[in-house]
T-cell receptor, first 114, second 116 residues
Framework: AQTVTQSQPEMSVQEAETVTLSCTYDTSESDYYLFWYKQPPSRQMILVIRQEAYKQQNATENRFSVNFQKAAKSFSLKISDSQLGDAAMYFCAYVRSGTYKYIFGTGTRLKVLA | DAGVIQSPRHEVTEMGQEVTLRCKPISGHDYLFWYRQTMMRGLELLIYFNNNVPIDDSGMPEDRFSAKMPNASFSTLKIQPSEPRDSAVYFC??????????????FGPGTRLLVL
């Protein structure tokens, strides 16, 4: 069975600094998608970034980028120039291509210090 | 687009009462998902629909839970009778599939349910 592991329950970063959130997953599939979602105190789940497993190039979205290591089954999120509004729970998610059952990690709470 | 709409945002009820949660997916999305989020179990998929048809309900915890999608723009998740352990945040999400590309799930704001 596929699993997603986020080993950092909580992280802190100084405003304007860079932080990396870790995510590993276990699957025997070769075709899948990975996502990072942000959940601020409002509880809304907001898509941050997505990565298709068949793409070797790491996805980027403004200050957010990923380090996708397919062989190592690792999918970390880097947040550059951290802002106070980045404070939230961050969830890593996996879904096998052709299915719609997302598997979420347990989340990492990010605190941004002024 | 208004995004996924859920109602109510908060619900407080007493054990044994019936609870109905409502969801309106994004127009044009043909997949709809119901999730439950708790501290203990994280985010769990309960059921999902494709073109209004339930595809996989293996995550529904027990017979007290039921979900319907009478049309493309409306779905309900019902708990009858409710129990304190059902207290959680319930999310609805929708997505569409563009060709063979797995599209992203877009989440509603959630309904926080408290069963006393």
């Amino acid at each position: 069975a596929q699993t997603v592991t986020q080993s950092q329950p909580e992280m802190s970063v100084q405003e304007a600094e860079t932080v990396t959130l870790s995510c590993t997953y276990d699957t025997s599939e070769s075709d899948y998608y990975l996502f990072w979602y942000k959940q601020p105190p409002s509880r809304q789940m907001i898509l941050v970034i997505r990565q298709e497993a068949y793409k070797q190039q790491n996805a980027t979205e403004n200050r957010f980028s990923v380090n996708f290591q397919k062989a190592a089954k690792s999918f970390s999120l880097k947040i550059s120039d951290s802002q106070l509004g980045d404070a939230a729970m961050y969830f890593c998610a996996y879904v096998r291509s052709g299915t719609y059952k997302y598997i979420f990690g347990t989340g990492t709470r990010l605190k941004v210090l002024a | 687009d208004a995004g996924v709409i859920q109602s109510p945002r908060h619900e407080v009820t007493e054990m044994g009462q019936e609870v109905t949660l409502r969801c309106k997916p994004i127009s044009g999305h043909d997949y709809l998902f119901w999730y439950r989020q708790t501290m203990m179990r994280g985010l769990e998929l309960l059921i999902y629909f494709n073109n209004n048809v339930p595809i996989d309900d293996s995550g529904m915890p027990e017979d007290r839970f039921s979900a319907k999608m009478p049309n493309a723009s409306f779905s309900t998740l019902k708990i009858q009778p409710s129990e304190p352990r059902d207290s959680a945040v319930y999310f609805c999400a929708s997505s569409f599939i563009l060709g063979q590309i797995q599209e992203t799930q877009y989440f509603g704001p959630g309904t926080r349910l408290l069963v006393l």
